[in-house]
């Protein structure tokens, strides 16, 4: 999650051919660890070359309509103005800064609801320090 003046850095992207809303995410590659995933998704999807600082939270997350299951690390990154985009991954349609407000309306249209508890666990002031990622990569 990157975070700039009370605004939140979502992309939007197409799934099933719906247009969603999600914080910037993506996957483990071979070799990868956790820590260069995010810097990579976020460089990939965004345009952006910015490191996370700590993580707000850890979610074990069942889509029964694809019978998937996902466990989705929240990483967060603070900005002090906000940042041009510009994405590298063609499924990603644009980049938005929105408040609080401007997603809770568009919950209809964000990808799981992961996005929005990811949103309220950061403004809870949930911290996990990045130092308990361990990796032998």
Known sequence: MIVCQNK??????LE????VFNQPAGHLEANENLIDAVKREIHEETG?????????????FHRPDISLYFLRFCFVIEVDE???T???DDEIITTHWLTLDE???????????MVLKCIEDYLSGQKV???VF???L
């Open 8 to 13: 939140f850095l979502l992309v939007e992207e």
């Open 48 to 60: 952006l070359l910015i490191e996370p600082q700590y993580c707000s939270g850890i979610y074990y």
């Open 86 to 88: 510009s994405p590298h």
């Open 16 to 19: 099933n051919n719906q247009q």
């Open 82 to 84: 906000l940042l041009e």
């Open 129 to 131: 320090n990045l130092a």
């Open 103 to 113: 997603i809770k309306s568009q919950t209809k249209q964000l990808r799981s609801p």
């Open 134 to 136: 361990k990796t032998n």
